[in-house]
T-cell receptor, first 113, second 112 residues
Framework: KAGVTQTPRYLIKTRGQQVTLSCSPI?????VSWYQQTPGQGLQFLFE???????NKGNFPGRFSGRQFSNSRSEMNVSTLELGDSALYLC????????????FGQGTRLTVV | EDQVTQSPEALRLQEGESSSLNCSYT??????LFWYRQDPGKGPEFLFT???AGEEKEKERLKATLTKKESFLHITAPKPEDSATYLC?????????????FGTGTSLTVIP
């Protein structure tokens, strides 16, 4: 059974640019959630999608947005990148109820220069 | 303010030396407490979910317990392969839906 796939694994962007990250959940999973992980702040919840609808949202500015497609694949977009957005972005998928047993991908390492 | 605190930040154990990791939380509307293991360069790996005070779950050398204010992850006779960062997370009900709060983790090193 394939795991959660995140692409790309590594990304370098310039301040002010925008970026789109992709997450393919485990087959049959309908919930996808996104997290930002930094050495200083640890893991922080960004948002969660279920059946193409954003169900929950963390305390991040509107520059961070996402969407989910009918096949449950999800994308996260960050506009007007700032140096502080450099982080490991993780996505997790679960079958139904939020995070009952979530499986994480390996993450996308974003560096903003 | 909703918060999750893990202690200690780092722990070094001899192989076979049992110990406990602590996760204390101050959230209202607790919906669940989660333990994850994270190896360097990888995403977190789910270990346990606990929903109510008094609940306990076990998996191999790990046992998680929950009270109204904290959770413990007990590691019995650890092996070097148990070395990892252990993360605790809390799901809380807030007015906008559900929120997740993660602790900053305990880095465990088991020395052969």
């Amino acid at each position: 059974k394939a795991g959660v796939t995140q692409t790309p694994r590594y990304l370098i962007k310039t301040r002010g640019q925008q970026v789109t990250l992709s997450c393919s959940p485990i087959s049959g999973h309908r919930s996808v959630s996104w997290y930002q992980q930094t050495p200083g702040q640890g893991l922080q919840f960004l948002f969660e999608y279920f059946s193409e609808t954003q169900r929950n949202k963390g305390n991040f500015p509107g520059r961070f947005s996402g969407r989910q497609f009918s096949n449950s694949r999800s994308e996260m977009n960050v506009s007007t990148l700032e140096l502080g957005d450099s982080a490991l972005y993780l996505c997790a998928s679960s079958w139904g109820a939020l995070n009952t047993e979530a499986f994480f991908g390996q993450g996308t390492r974003l560096t903003v220069v | 303010e909703d918060q999750v605190t893990q202690s200690p930040e780092a722990l070094r154990l001899q192989e076979g030396e049992s110990s406990s990791l602590n996760c204390s939380y101050t959230v209202s509307g607790l919906r669940g407490l989660f333990w994850y293991r994270q190896d360097p360069g990888k995403g977190p790996e789910f270990l346990f979910t606990l929903y109510s005070a008094g609940e306990e779950k076990e998996k191999e050398r790990l046992k998680a317990t929950l009270t109204k204010k904290e959770s413990f992850l007990h590691i019995t006779a650890p092996k070097p392969e148990d070395s990892a960062t252990y993360l605790c997370a809390v799901q809380a009900r807030v007015h906008t839906g559900n929120q997740f709060y993660f602790g900053t983790g305990t880095s465990l090193t088991v020395i052969p």
